[in-house]
């Protein structure tokens, strides 16, 4: 499981992360929101723990764009921040759990714990759609417009991950780390090569394209 800590304060994300990578977590910290950007768009995690007070911006801010991007994983936000409006409005923006500090370390393991349990265990939807697509993860088939279309595993896969994701900007290296297992910049133009398949076979005949390339960031569901 990856953490990401988005903390500027050393001495809280060192405690933090020491804590974290104790109970066999991968952590990744970042001190601003525009490292905090970098870091959800080069890897994937599986949570974030998210400070409000950061040097660049309200992490309120960052939190609502996460969302809105289609960033569905965990986020406990942690801040000195503890009044009640302060913790509503965390919550109203997607936040999954707030810890005001001062904290128990042990408390935020605990939380964070259960927020990955709750996730893993959370239905997941078997049908996903969109713009004409229809990806069945039990029957393993996919239609479009109603018409059955064959896809390798691989396209398979790719097509779902970005049915999973809409609008939510990919990158390369989160690409490869989902579908073909490997954390380093791939060396082929294999993933442009999927990209241009499922395109040839979904992108429809007028109108904007179904997969589109956001130049130096990667490939968008539009």
Same mark, same amino acid.
């Given at each position: 499981? +990856?953490?990401?800590?988005?903390?500027?304060?050393? +001495?809280?994300?060192?405690?933090? /992360?020491?804590?974290?990578? &104790?109970?066999?977590?991968? @952590?990744?910290?970042?001190?601003?929101?525009?490292?905090?950007?970098?870091?959800?768009?080069?890897?994937?995690?599986?949570?974030?723990?998210?400070?409000?007070?950061?040097?660049?911006?309200?992490?309120?801010?960052?939190?609502?764009?996460?969302?809105?991007?289609?960033?569905? &994983?965990? @986020?406990?936000? %942690?801040?000195?921040?503890?009044?009640? &409006?302060?913790? *509503?409005?965390? %919550?109203?923006?997607?936040?999954?759990?707030?810890? =005001?500090? =001062?904290?128990?370390?042990?408390?935020?393991?605990?939380?964070?714990?259960? $927020? $990955?349990?709750?996730?893993?265990?959370? =239905?997941?939807?078997?049908? $996903?759609?969109?713009?004409?697509?229809?990806?069945?993860?039990?029957?393993?088939? *996919?239609?479009?417009?109603?018409? /059955?279309?064959? %896809?390798?595993?691989?396209?398979?896969? %790719?097509?779902?991950?970005?049915?999973?994701?809409?609008?939510?900007?990919?990158?390369?290296?989160?690409?490869?780390? +989902?579908?073909?297992?490997?954390?380093?910049?791939? &060396?082929?133009?294999?993933?442009? @090569?999927?990209?241009?398949?499922?395109?040839? +076979?979904?992108? =429809?005949?007028?109108?904007?394209?179904?997969?589109?390339?956001?130049?130096?960031?990667?490939?968008?569901?539009?």
């Amino acid at each position: 499981m +990856k953490i990401l800590i988005v903390e500027d304060e050393h +001495k809280v994300s060192r405690f933090v /992360e020491r804590a974290l990578s &104790e109970q066999a977590y991968t @952590v990744g910290v970042a001190g601003s929101c525009a490292a905090a950007r970098d870091a959800l768009a080069e890897s994937p995690y599986d949570a974030v723990v998210l400070d409000l007070g950061l040097p660049d911006g309200d992490g309120l801010d960052l939190l609502r764009e996460w969302r809105a991007s289609g960033f569905n &994983e965990p @986020v406990l936000i %942690l801040s000195a921040r503890d009044a009640v &409006e302060d913790r *509503v409005r965390g %919550l109203n923006l997607g936040a999954d759990d707030y810890l =005001p500090k =001062p904290f128990s370390v042990d408390e935020l393991v605990a939380r964070l714990r259960s $927020l $990955l349990r709750r996730q893993g265990t959370a =239905p997941r939807a078997t049908v $996903l759609e969109h713009r004409g697509v229809r990806l069945d993860l039990l029957a393993r088939t *996919v239609t479009f417009n109603g018409g /059955e279309v064959e %896809l390798t595993s691989r396209e398979f896969a %790719l097509l779902e991950l970005f049915l999973q994701n809409p609008r939510r900007v990919l990158t390369r290296t989160l690409i490869a780390e +989902k579908i073909w297992d490997a954390s380093y910049e791939m &060396e082929t133009n294999l993933i442009d @090569v999927y990209v241009r398949r499922l395109r040839m +076979k979904f992108d =429809p005949a007028e109108g904007e394209p179904l997969i589109k390339t956001v130049r130096g960031s990667g490939y968008q569901l539009a």
